[in-house]
């Protein structure tokens, strides 16, 4: 990439914006790059910035026309509208030829109601298979007898790696210290995609393993489906985590679970008031779905009459 100037590398960010290239934009940020528009939490790295264009761009047209464009040393201060009348202003900190921080302020309620959008609506799509990545938390055989419906939570983490399987969502597995709490329940091993990396951790949020970290970020996936145990624990770090990286996170509700009812409903309060989107196994499989005529209609079908016990 050639060597710009602040300036020069705003106008170009401008470009790329107005094509909505989530890739080249990200290509002008440091593997450490903050872009932090106040309207949100901050999104860190390079590859969560990518993420949060390519939600964004999904989720909304967006154009930006420059009224005015300032260069101070390392700094450029960006003034833009768009063609509906909204405006806004953002400054970049460029070293070495990146972008090293970006903050940018504009009205995220007035944006939302031109593009016709509530806020769940703005930062949550629906779910498609091309866009999801399933990530089973934990599933492990020294844990599940000690969880609350336990079992029932392996079938429908069964359930939804057989959709998975079928529909080709790639899938993450974590063993938390699996020397001391056992491997992934056997009943779910003939289900996990073959080549699927099962990966040890001993952090409580899979997003704070490197390897885990990498292994879901090389993923390319916007929409993070999350399932296991413990809710509270577990799941509900890696969760934050994800979210605050720029990712969809939603929680299947009849695949996740504590040891105590208090801690799982507590968790799953949590997960909403923070503007994570709840789900369940068959409203999932449907949403893979989306059609009767879908090759796999049938078999999702099948999946969705099962009952436990």
């Not at 390392?74 to 070293?95: N, Y």
């Not at 769940?120 to 492990?140: A, G, H, T, W």
Request: net charge negative; hydrophobic share 40%; aromatic share 10%.
């Amino acid at each position: 990439m050639p060597h710009f100037s602040p300036k020069q590398l705003v106008f170009h960010w401008v470009e790329l914006f107005n094509k909505a290239d989530a890739i080249g934009l990200a290509e002008l940020y440091h593997d450490d790059a903050i872009n932090h528009q106040v309207a949100n939490e901050p999104v860190e790295g390079k590859e969560n910035i990518c993420n949060m264009f390519e939600r964004e761009f999904a989720a909304a047209e967006m154009v930006c026309i420059v009224e005015s464009l300032f260069e101070c040393g390392e700094w450029a201060m960006l003034e833009w509208k768009d063609p509906l009348g909204l405006r806004g202003c953002g400054f970049f900190h460029v070293v070495d030829g990146k972008i090293k921080f970006q903050r940018g302020y504009w009205d995220k309620l007035s944006f939302l109601q031109q593009q016709g959008l509530s806020v769940s609506e703005k930062m949550y799509q629906r779910l498609s298979s091309k866009n999801s990545l399933l990530v089973i938390v934990d599933v492990q055989e020294r844990l599940i007898p000690a969880i609350l419906n336990g079992r029932q939570i392996v079938f429908n983490v069964r359930r939804l790696l057989k959709a998975a399987q079928a529909i080709g969502v790639p899938v993450v597995v974590t063993e938390q210290y699996p020397q001391g709490l056992g491997h992934t329940v056997q009943e779910l091993a003939p289900y996990i995609p073959e080549g699927t990396p099962v990966l040890p951790k001993k952090s409580f949020s899979v997003y704070d393993d490197e390897r885990i970290r990498t292994e879901i970020d090389n993923q390319r996936r916007s929409q993070i489906i999350l399932c296991g145990v413990e809710a509270h624990v577990c799941v509900q770090q890696s969760a934050f985590d994800l979210h605050r990286a720029g990712r969809e996170v939603h929680i299947v509700v009849d695949a996740v679970g504590s040891r105590f009812a208090d801690d799982r409903e507590t968790a799953l309060r949590r997960f909403e008031s923070s503007g994570m989107a709840l789900t369940t196994a068959e409203s999932l499989l449907f949403e893979w779905c989306r059609t009767a005529e879908h090759p796999q209609f049938k078999m999702f079908s099948r999946l969705a009459k099962e009952s436990y016990g």
